[in-house]
Structure formats: C-alpha cells, structure tokens
C-alpha cells in the first residue's frame, strides 16, 4: 500500500493565509504605488545641451481610478521638454475623459504619441497561463494567431483627435517632428502596434534624419523585427512599453513573461540592442497600469520614466 502524504492543516493555512496577502498586496498597494524611473542617455550630437523626456505608457485608464490620474497630472512639474505616449491608454470604453483629465497638463508640452491594441479595443478576461505558453511557443499577440474577433471596439478616434488638437505628433507608421522651445528639432518615426500586426515599417523606412538634432524610433510593443529595423536604421534610441515590466516578476529572479519576443532581461529599463552592425539603445517603460481583469503587480511597480538625454562621448 502506498503511503499517504498530507500538508498538514496549520502548513495549508499557512500558504493560503501567505497567498491571499501577496494577492491584496499586489493588488490593493503595488499596483498603486507609482514610481518615476529616471535614466540618462548618452545620444546627443556632441556640445549639445541636454534634453529631458517624459516617457508615459501602458496607462489602461479605467473609471475612478483618482490617484493614478492625480499622479499623472503632478508629472508635468518635471517641465520635460517633450513628452512621448507609447500607447495602451486606455482599459475601459469609456475612460477617454480621464486620461485627457490625466494628461492635460501634460499636453501643454510638445510631445507625441502611438497607439497599443488596448487604444483600439477593450480587454478581455485571460488566463494568465497563457502568457507563460506564448512564451514557450512563440505564439505572440496576432504573430500566427487568428486575428482577433469579437471584440470590444474602444473609443480610439477620440483620443487622436484630443492629441492632434493639443499639438501632439501622431507617429502611427509615419514620421514627424518635433520643434522645441529651445530652437532643437526632434525627428521621430513610429510604427503602429506590432503585437496586432498594425506595424509597417516599409513605410517609414530609410534611416534616421541627419538633417534633425536627434532622431527617435517610438513603438508600442518591442517586437524583435521592430528593434532590428530601427537599430539596422541607424536609431541611436528607440522607446516602447507593453510589456508592463513583466507586471508579476518573482523577487531577486525578476519578469517571467514579457508579452512579446524580446527576452525577460530586457522587459523594463534601459538596454541596448544590435542589429545590421550597428548598436541603438532601448528603454522599455513598464507602464503605470494594468488590465482591468488582472489589476494585480508585483516586485514591478508602476511607472514613468524621465530620460535625461546627454551628449554622446565620441
């Protein structure tokens, strides 16, 4: 006869009662516990003075949440001098008002902007193992998936026409630019979200703008084929998000998924990455917020992050 082995009840208590806590912490304090990340980069043509940009991504605005939109607010007293939206704005059909409640201050500055697939429609209820068997076979957002049907169409005309209006660049698979007050001129070429397979970057290819003061790569989600065009490009730097840091990342280990093929070293900070010989650097932002239906994070607070750019060493 086999024998039995059974956790004894004070030990099962014990790791539910330990579950149950690292559920409401992750829930009802780390997800609201934002955080500005602060990195510098040495991209700027030498002589040049440096430049300081907000980068503000995977919002996933939904009805009520007050102090994810009061802290949003407080970032404009940094004064950057741009602003860059990497995307997912948006969690809930009707949070257009509060993220442009949200980023009103924000919007007085130059700035732009693309799209994530939470922009175009509206979450729905995963099972969060699936991520880890994305991750196992490759299988990514649309990248060999079925495309996605039946879905919930959010309000995304509204917020492109609110940032238009406030003077912000649309860079959805398209180049723009960017004057600021100090007389610099800021190139930026972006793609549409790759993890939906909106992105196409035939046609904004041919290379970083010499004739600017700096050129940016700027995408939602950091797909392998978007950072090796950009870097092969000649990028010096290229900003996307998505993948909110791993968002539920085991202490001293770090992300276990990233939602997308870039590696779990990579998921959050600043980088760098290679391609065609040449070396661009990478920030991903993980974000300040989380889908509705898993509105949990853990050892990966929210973010933003405030780049300062300095000249290059050569």
């Given at each position: 006869?086999?024998?039995?082995?059974?956790?004894?009840?004070?030990?099962?208590?014990?790791?539910?009662?330990?579950?149950?806590?690292?559920?409401?912490?992750?829930?009802?304090?780390?997800?609201?516990?934002?955080?500005?990340?602060?990195?510098?980069?040495?991209?700027?043509?030498?002589?040049?003075?440096?430049?300081?940009?907000?980068?503000?991504?995977?919002?996933?605005?939904?009805?009520?949440?007050?102090?994810?939109?009061?802290?949003?607010?407080?970032?404009?007293?940094?004064?950057?001098?741009?602003?860059?939206?990497?995307?997912?704005?948006?969690?809930?059909?009707?949070?257009?008002?509060?993220?442009?409640?949200?980023l009103g201050p924000l919007m007085e500055y130059p700035g732009a902007y693309v799209f994530g697939s939470n922009d175009y429609y509206g979450p729905k209820l995963r099972n969060p193992a699936k991520y880890l068997l994305e991750k196992a076979t490759g299988?990514?957002?649309?990248?060999?998936?079925?495309?996605?049907?039946?879905?919930?169409?959010?309000?995304?005309?509204?917020?492109?026409?609110?940032?238009?209006?406030?003077?912000?660049?649309?860079?959805?698979?398209?180049?723009?630019?960017?004057?600021?007050?100090?007389?610099?001129?800021?190139?930026?070429?972006?793609?549409?979200?790759?993890?939906?397979?909106?992105?196409?970057?035939?046609?904004?290819?041919?290379?970083?703008?010499?004739?600017?003061?700096?050129?940016?790569?700027?995408?939602?989600?950091?797909?392998?084929?978007?950072?090796?065009?950009?870097?092969?490009?000649?990028?010096?730097?290229?900003?996307?998000?998505?993948?909110?840091?791993?968002?539920?990342?085991?202490?001293?280990?770090?992300?276990?998924?990233?939602?997308?093929?870039?590696?779990?070293?990579?998921?959050?900070?600043?980088?760098?990455?290679?391609?065609?010989?040449?070396?661009?650097?990478?920030?991903?932002?993980?974000?300040?917020?989380?889908?509705?239906?898993?509105?949990?994070?853990?050892?990966?607070?929210?973010?933003?992050?405030?780049?300062?750019?300095?000249?290059?060493?050569?």
């Amino acid at each position: 006869m086999r024998a039995r082995y059974r956790i004894p009840l004070k030990t099962a208590v014990g790791i539910s009662a330990l579950g149950a806590a690292c559920v409401g912490y992750a829930a009802g304090i780390e997800a609201r516990s934002f955080r500005l990340r602060r990195v510098s980069v040495p991209v700027l043509p030498r002589g040049m003075h440096p430049l300081r940009v907000l980068q503000v991504s995977d919002i996933h605005m939904v009805r009520g949440q007050r102090k994810k939109q009061r802290w949003l607010r407080e970032l404009a007293g940094l004064r950057p001098d741009f602003v860059i939206n990497t995307g997912d704005n948006l969690s809930d059909t009707e949070g257009v008002p509060e993220v442009l409640d949200a980023l009103g201050p924000l919007m007085e500055y130059p700035g732009a902007y693309v799209f994530g697939s939470n922009d175009y429609y509206g979450p729905k209820l995963r099972n969060p193992a699936k991520y880890l068997l994305e991750k196992a076979t490759g299988r990514h957002g649309l990248n060999g998936n079925p495309p996605a049907v039946g879905v919930v169409h959010n309000p995304w005309e509204e917020l492109r026409d609110a940032f238009d209006a406030a003077g912000w660049v649309g860079l959805s698979n398209t180049r723009g630019r960017l004057k600021l007050d100090g007389g610099q001129e800021i190139a930026l070429t972006g793609l549409d979200d790759p993890h939906i397979k909106r992105d196409r970057y035939g046609e904004v290819a041919g290379g970083a703008e010499t004739d600017a003061d700096l050129s940016l790569g700027v995408v939602h989600a950091p797909y392998l084929r978007v950072l090796d065009a950009f870097t092969a490009d000649g990028y010096p730097l290229i900003l996307a998000g998505h993948t909110h840091g791993g968002q539920l990342c085991l202490p001293f280990y770090g992300a276990l998924v990233t939602n997308c093929d870039i590696d779990t070293d990579r998921v959050k900070g600043l980088s760098t990455h290679r391609a065609g010989g040449r070396e661009s650097y990478l920030h991903v932002s993980a974000g300040c917020g989380t889908n509705r239906y898993t509105p949990v994070r853990f050892a990966c607070p929210p973010e933003a992050t405030l780049l300062t750019l300095t000249p290059r060493a050569d």
